[in-house]
């Protein structure tokens, strides 16, 4: 697995007319190495492969970064760094723009003299994007705990008088108890009026009734996130309650049915925009259909209006229609798909009928 990630690396590092490349990234590290320290840099280069890390992490580098070489760097990582580059004779070395702050490469290039420094665009970033089967067995895991979690909560913890932080935190417990390390992201739970937030993270709001609840989480598993949104309403639903969730779920389901490998995520996103604006409610769904899942929980792709990436085998992405209005109350309704040679495979299932708990 390690093995074809640098391949293809050393694909683009060719590519691009580099001779190596320095990977800053947390997640990108933890991709191209399999090393889970928190702490290192990797040097990749045609024939050799470097991860530098310090003390603390020297044996569990060693034994889970397999077919690297592993270095103890000094206190300034880029004084070993600059001995390593001579050693291989480096002249023009990538790095990743969008991780490295000015800060840090305004010091590399004082210490680092004499070796051109090569702006990457989310180089590796762009590899991840294609997720191989040990990735997707996991990630398939992960949306699968998401679905228990929410069959959870409508069982045995929705109710007029609990706190939507309360919730939050039953979300959280639910599903480390059940094996994942933590919840994808900060839980939202937004209920009331506080559901045309599109973000309205739990807050000390009390759970009343004839109101929505919208619950958006995910279960962070192996290092994979999942993602889900379901939303649904506690007491009697009045007309403009069905109304709304009726069109979000139409823009879903049309959405889903439709996506297949070779569209552009701004194609995909107008599946579900052009139903949401078909009945009038384009104003009020202000973000994307969706976007890239994966180690991160918003990768590329994005479907949006301005993303032109082909969906291609592999992907997994968020399908997350909305509307939203102030006042009142907001719907959205999400799953976690991949992206497959003829369609998709949806791999939350968690029920999307309109849910009543009374």
């Known amino acids: 697995m390690v093995t074809s990630r640098l391949q293809k690396l050393r694909g683009e590092i060719k590519r691009l007319g580099l001779e190596a490349v320095l990977i800053t990234n947390g997640y990108n590290r933890k991709y191209i190495t399999g090393f889970t320290g928190t702490s290192g840099y990797v040097l990749v280069t045609e024939s050799r492969a470097v991860l530098f890390t310090d003390f603390r992490y020297m044996s569990q580098a ?21 001995d390593a580059l001579n050693e291989l004779h480096v002249k023009r070395l990538g790095f990743e723009e969008h991780d490295m702050t000015f800060a840090t490469y305004q010091s590399a290039r004082g210490k680092l003299a004499g070796i051109e420094l090569a702006a990457t665009d989310h180089l590796v970033e762009k590899i991840r994007r294609i997720k191989d089967e040990g990735e997707l067995q996991i990630m398939r895991r992960a949306a699968e705990l998401a679905d228990r979690t929410f069959a959870h909560l409508v069982g045995n913890v929705l109710k007029p008088g609990i706190s939507e932080r309360d919730i939050a935190l039953e979300i959280e417990f639910f599903v480390r108890q059940n094996g994942a390390t933590s919840t994808s992201f900060d839980t939202i739970v937004a209920s009331g009026e506080r559901s045309a937030l599109p973000h309205g993270v739990a807050s000390d709001r009390i759970l009343a009734g004839n109101e929505f609840v919208k619950l958006d989480f ?14 649904v309403v506690l007491g009697k639903p009045t007309e403009k309650h069905r109304e709304i969730y009726d069109i979000v779920l139409e823009a879903q389901l049309h959405a889903l049915e439709h996506i297949k490998p070779g569209m552009t995520g701004k194609q995909a996103d107008a599946l579900a925009r052009d139903v949401i604006g078909k009945y009038g409610y384009g104003d009020k769904f202000g973000h ?71």
């Open 218 to 231: 995910g279960a962070y598993y192996k290092g994979y996130c999942s993602d889900i949104t379901r939303t």
């Open 62 to 82: 060693r034994e889970q970064a397999i077919g690297f070489e592993v270095m103890e760097h000094l206190p300034d990582p880029f004084v070993t760094l600059k």
């Open 288 to 358: 994307g259909t969706g976007h890239g899942i994966g180690m991160e929980i918003h990768e590329s792709p994005r479907l949006n209006m301005q993303d032109d990436t082909v969906l291609e085998p592999g992907m997994v992405v968020t399908v997350e229609p909305g509307i939203y209005l102030p006042g009142f109350g907001g719907v959205r309704i999400e799953d976690d798909i991949v992206i497959t040679a003829t369609g998709i495979e949806v791999i939350t299932k968690a029920s999307k009928t309109f849910t009543i708990i009374d």
